[in-house]
């Protein structure tokens, strides 16, 4: 009698096939949920920031009109994320009343300079916005934490910011200043990211394995600026920035209602991302 042989798949394999490609049918569902997710989570971000960056433009269109002097300082850790906070506020800001500082080391003649001369000229005129990434609070963290200055030039800069601060504000310039603030593991993560992203070339600092080499005296340092250069016509305001997107969002609307005018109608900030400085006991990154 003739036997016909199977030629095809058992019904084990088949099974086994059939589960398998049931468990990838589960898989993909799954990723596309998940992709869904963080796509609300975006397309939320996106919306919100959108919402800003028109509120911004209004508001500068009100500082414009009142010839108002309008000073943001950024000042944090390497990578808590100044440059992308700075982007997103400038992205629609007018070109013309709208100038981003970041100042290089500085040369042998300003040096010899008075400390805080090489900052003046680019102060804000009426009706400008000026966003200084890195100020003269260079002398209290940098310089101080790697020698670049005497500590007797530290000790005068600490007793001389808030009266050259309210200088400034007495001559009708609105000073608003915020210390970003980063964890150590956030901090690593970020360096590492830079040094292996082609895009952030410009981004990599022969001063970034430093930042977490000497961590513990630069929170000393942080800690010692707050205390002493926090006074009331120029506050500190501390950010909380290990979550980005929610950092970024949360200054534009602490810059927003700082300034004022159509900036008044923004949200309140999160109070457990954005906090004074007088009031951050316990909550810096250690």
Excluded at 35 to 42: D, F
Excluded at 63 to 79: C, M, P, Q, Y
Excluded at 177 to 200: G, H, M, N, S
Excluded at 260 to 286: H, I, M
Aim: proline fraction near 5%.
């Amino acid at each position: 009698m003739h036997v016909r042989r199977r030629t095809g798949p058992g019904p084990h394999v088949a099974t086994v096939a059939m589960i398998a490609q049931h468990d990838c049918n589960i898989a993909a569902v799954g990723r596309q949920a998940h992709a869904v997710r963080m796509g609300k989570k975006t397309d939320a971000y996106e919306a919100e920031l959108e919402r800003l960056q028109i509120l911004l433009v209004e508001t500068q269109a009100w500082t414009i009109e009142t010839g108002a002097k309008t000073l943001i300082v950024f000042e944090g850790r390497d990578s808590a994320g100044k440059d992308g906070a700075i982007k997103r506020i400038t992205e629609h800001m007018a070109l013309r009343q709208t100038r981003v500082v970041a100042l290089p080391k500085p040369t042998e003649r300003e040096t010899g300079q008075w400390y805080f001369q090489r900052y003046v000229p680019h102060l804000p005129a009426e009706g400008e916005t000026v966003l200084f990434n890195r100020s003269w609070y260079n002398r209290a963290g940098v310089e101080r934490v790697m020698g670049f200055c005497e500590p007797g030039q530290y000790a005068q800069f600490l007793k001389d910011a808030p009266h050259f601060e309210r200088m400034l504000a007495d001559g009708g310039i609105n000073i608003i200043k915020l210390w970003l603030d980063i964890t150590r593991a956030e901090q690593a993560e970020r360096l590492a990211a830079r040094v292996a992203d082609p895009l952030k070339r410009f981004k990599v600092s022969s001063l970034d394995a430093e930042a977490q080499e000497r961590w513990d005296a630069y929170s000393t340092a942080r800690d010692r600026m707050l205390d002493q250069t926090d006074h009331r016509t120029a506050p500190w305001t501390v950010v909380a920035t290990d979550h980005k997107k929610t950092a970024r969002l949360n200054i534009i609307r602490h810059i927003l209602r700082t300034i004022g005018g159509p900036g008044a109608a923004a949200d309140k900030p999160d109070p457990d991302v954005v906090f004074p400085a007088a009031k951050s006991g316990g909550r810096l990154a250690a």
